[in-house]
């Protein structure tokens, strides 16, 4: 089965600059995607970036990016002139991306963003 | 385009009866997905429908929960005879016929268990 950890419970930057944000997955799959997901205050589930794990390319949307490792298993997420509305909980998470496989996305524990003004 | 709703937001019930949680895919979508997020956890997969089928319930607690996507309809999670522990933010997503890797996220139902 596929776990995800993200080892950061909470974290915090600054307004303006710049936060990391870990995220590591185990399995035995070639063909999968990652994503990271945003759940601020008003719990609503938003997707902040995605990965397919066949590009080397890392992805990228505006102030946020990824930094995929496949062999490590690592995927972490960087935000970049962090913004106030930047603070909430952030979930990586991982879906098979074989036919006929499970769907469902594996969530990590989230990583708590905090930003100071 | 209306998203994924879910309705109630919020639902209380006492110990012992029933709960029924609502959830209207994106227009287009046939694929529904039902997650449980417990106090401080992450969200947890229960139980992937198409329209009539239940394709994948390894999620789902063997007992007192069932999950339905009608042909007309909303998708209904059900929960019968309630326990304080059921007390979590219910989430449904949804996806295209393609089978999309993208799902999107219903805004969840809040249930409390009293």
């Known amino acids: 089965a596929q776990t995800v950890t993200q080892s950061q419970p909470e974290m915090s930057v600054q307004e303006a600059e710049t936060v990391t944000l870990s995220c590591t997955y185990d399995?035995?799959?070639?063909?999968?995607?990652l994503f990271w997901y945003k759940q601020p205050p008003s719990r609503q589930m938003i997707l902040v970036i995605r990965?397919?794990?066949?590009?080397?390319q890392n992805a990228t949307e505006n102030r946020f990016s990824v930094n995929f490792q496949k062999a490590a298993k690592s995927f972490s997420l960087k935000i970049s002139d962090s913004q106030l509305g930047d603070a909430a909980m952030y979930f990586c998470?991982?879906?098979?991306?074989?036919?006929?496989?499970?769907?469902?996305?594996?969530f990590g524990s989230g990583t708590q963003l905090t930003v100071l003004p | 385009n209306a998203g994924v709703m879910q309705n109630p937001r919020h639902l209380v019930r006492r110990r012992g009866q029933e709960a029924r949680l609502r959830c209207s895919p994106m227009?287009?979508?046939?694929?529904v997905y039902w997650y449980r997020q417990l106090p401080e956890e992450g969200l947890k997969f229960m139980v992937y429908?198409?329209?009539?089928?239940?394709?994948?319930e390894s999620g789902m607690p063997k007992e007192r929960f069932s999950a339905e996507f009608p042909k007309e309809g909303p998708s209904i999670l059900r929960i019968q005879q309630v326990v304080r522990g059921d007390s979590a933010a219910y989430f449904c997503?949804?996806?295209?016929?393609?089978?999309?890797?993208?799902?999107?996220f219903g805004p969840g139902t809040r249930l409390t268990v009293t």
């Open positions: 997503a949804s996806s295209d016929r393609g089978g999309s890797y993208e799902q999107y």
């Open positions: 399995t035995s799959e070639s063909d999968y995607y």
């Open positions: 990965q397919e794990a066949y590009k080397q």
């Open positions: 998470a991982y879906r098979s991306g074989s036919s006929g496989s499970a769907r469902q996305l594996t």
């Open positions: 227009k287009g979508h046939s694929h």
């Open positions: 429908l198409q329209k009539e089928n239940i394709i994948d």
